[in-house]
């Protein structure tokens, strides 16, 4: 069994469409059709991304048989959802000046949620307070 049809039949066997799988991995729709329609095979760039997706090891996309000496990493990121392997990979793939950007971001909205969170908290403190 070649990788494309180890993909899709994985795909198929996890109850996810082409679109879902577009959706959440970024992957164009116009990508993957072009594997079914065997035009192309996934890309190395891409192997693990799917892989990781799909909840797979990369041996057993690529091979069809698991490697039972399973790394450290991926086993700690089995309990992952799928949006959380997507962020790790997505960032995992980004230039240095991209992560550092995303880092950025990310202490913005935590900030922002703390306060906000932090205000509500100050908010409902003061309610029951009579002046």
Avoid at 20 to 35: D, H, L, N
Avoid at 83 to 109: C, M
Wanted: aromatic fraction near 10%.
């Amino acid at each position: 069994m070649t990788i494309n049809e180890r993909f899709f039949e994985l795909l198929k066997e996890k109850n996810y469409t082409q679109k879902q799988f577009s959706i959440k991995t970024g992957i164009p729709e116009q990508t993957i059709s072009a594997w079914k329609k065997r035009k192309s095979d996934p890309p190395a760039n891409l192997l693990y991304t799917i892989a990781d997706f799909l909840n797979v090891s990369l041996d057993y996309l690529i091979t069809g048989t698991e490697n039972e000496n399973k790394t450290l990493l991926k086993n700690n990121e089995e309990h992952l959802s799928a949006e959380e392997r997507f962020l790790i990979n997505t960032y995992r793939e980004v230039s240095d000046e991209g992560k550092y950007l995303i880092q950025e971001s990310i202490r913005d909205i935590w900030a922002d949620h703390r306060i906000k969170k932090s205000s509500k908290k100050s908010n409902s403190k003061h309610k029951d307070v009579a002046i």
